[in-house]
């Protein structure tokens, strides 16, 4: 794994960090309630509840869909959600034929107004070295495994677009109201390396 | 620059390990890291082409060895020196470090010329379905051509219109804005045959790095083909 959780300056990036914060305070060049707004947003109102929100709207609304294909930044900021790493969004659909995968070798590049900030394993150096080179064994780690007549497509995001994978609509959800449908759609959907599982018929 | 960052195709770093119920952050520093950086960059401390080239002037071992918010915290420290917002000795005197364990500040360098003043909507020079080649380009400073896909052909699939050049715009040699393409490349032309025949790889690529298919190396002792 990457090491995310030692330090490798034999110093704590807690004082570290706190040290600078304290400097930079002291010259005004940030402000501690600035950095605690910026804090909430990301802990708590910013993250992929948003995306599964754009992509019920997706499933149920044809008319939202055509849009969100056409223009996502656009069609995302209907939904109010927009913001860093979300000026240039593009939303990429899975069919029976193409499966979508999203990935940033380079750094950690990732679409945070509608999936918040990434996990661990998406900035992990498995993931950005494996998933261009070889995403069907990526897949299989996270359970999936794809048919050989299916196309995989994997996207790098080596530039400042960000991308949304829309998942194929699960069978057995056609009753489903959007509501509904928002808990269904998960981060890892959204990014790829899971398809949005069908829901058991009721009994 | 030929940067460890540059991870795509590299092999030895084992399994994606996932963690459940993951956290937004792991540590109150991470929170205080993230916003600091946000915060910074908002301000206009250093761009954003700026801030990843220092992360990845990191030095290869250490970039390694840290976590995603450590490589945050050591770029973050390099740009403040480098722009003599603080010291080191400042920055080690602050968090009880000698002055020699803070970052050094490695001076940026590029090997791309300034462009001087560019038109603010140069034409595009390709369009949806030609093919072009990634350019084999080793630029000794920041790029966002991968390593991976230098020397392969592909097509151009979507002009994304005109966006900063980072190359240029990281070592403050002007923004050189230029238009960007959603390029697709076989997964077989990229990673030999062993890949599978349908996948692809689309990586959004700036028009410097690119040339068209006819004027490559490998069009020499082939006919040239155009999509049209």
Redesign the interface.
């Given at each position: 794994?990457?090491?995310?959780?030692?330090?490798?300056?034999?110093?704590g990036?807690?004082?570290?960090?706190?040290?600078?914060?304290?400097?930079?305070t002291e010259?005004g060049?940030?402000?501690p309630q600035?950095?605690?707004a910026?804090?909430d947003t990301?802990?708590n109102r910013v993250?992929p509840r948003n995306g599964a929100r754009v992509v019920a709207r997706a499933w149920v609304d044809p008319e939202f869909r055509k849009r969100l294909l056409e223009n996502a930044t656009a069609a995302i900021g209907e939904l109010g959600y927009g913001g860093?790493e979300g000026g240039?969004l593009v939303a990429v659909e899975n069919t029976a034929r193409v499966h979508n995968l999203i990935v940033c070798?380079?750094?950690?590049c990732y679409p945070w107004p509608v999936l918040?900030?990434p996990?661990?394993?998406y900035?992990?150096?498995?993931?950005?070295?494996?998933a261009?080179?070889e995403?069907?064994a990526?897949l299989r780690?996270?359970g999936l495994e794809l048919a050989?007549?299916?196309?995989?497509?994997?996207?790098?995001?080596?530039?400042?677009?960000r991308y949304i994978v829309i998942p194929e609509r699960p069978p057995g959800t056609d009753a489903m109201s959007e509501d509904e449908l928002v808990q269904l759609v998960t981060r890892d959907a959204m990014v790829g390396v899971a398809k949005v599982n069908p829901v058991a018929r009721p009994r | 620059m030929n940067g460890v960052h540059d991870m795509g195709g590299m092999h030895g770093f084992g399994a994606v390990a996932r963690e459940a119920n993951e956290p937004v952050f792991h540590a109150d520093w991470e929170k205080r890291m993230f916003a600091l950086v946000s915060s910074l960059l908002g301000r206009g401390l250093a761009n954003i082409d700026e801030f990843r080239h220092a992360i990845e002037r990191i030095p290869p071992a250490r970039y390694l060895a840290s976590s995603y918010y450590e490589r945050w915290l050591e770029a973050v420290e390099t740009l403040l020196v480098e722009k003599a917002v603080l010291t080191r000795d400042q920055l080690a005197q602050a968090s009880g470090r000698a002055c020699g364990d803070v970052a050094p500040a490695t001076s940026p360098r590029a090997d791309v010329a300034s462009p001087g003043d560019s038109p603010s909507k140069p034409r595009a020079r390709f369009r949806a379905g030609d093919r072009v080649r990634a350019r084999n380009l080793n630029r000794i400073g920041h790029t966002r051509l991968p390593r991976y896909v230098r020397g392969s052909r592909g097509v151009i699939i979507r002009d994304w219109g005109v966006f900063v050049f980072p190359d240029t715009n990281a070592h403050r040699l002007g923004a050189k804005p230029q238009h960007v393409y959603s390029v697709a490349f076989a997964a077989r032309e990229v990673w030999g045959k062993n890949a599978h025949p349908r996948d692809k790889v689309l990586i959004d690529l700036w028009e410097d790095y690119l040339e068209a298919e006819r004027d490559s190396r490998m069009s020499a002792t082939r006919p040239a083909r155009r999509s049209r």
């Open positions: 794994m990457s090491g995310d959780h030692h330090d490798a300056f034999g110093q990036p807690a004082l570290r960090v706190k040290a600078l914060e304290a400097l930079l010259k060049l940030v402000n600035a950095l605690d910026i804090v990301y802990e993250g860093p240039h070798t380079l750094c950690s918040g900030l996990p661990v394993w900035k992990s150096f498995a993931y950005r070295s494996r261009v080179s995403p069907r990526v780690e996270f050989g007549d299916v196309a995989i497509v994997v996207w790098d995001s080596s530039a400042e677009i | -």
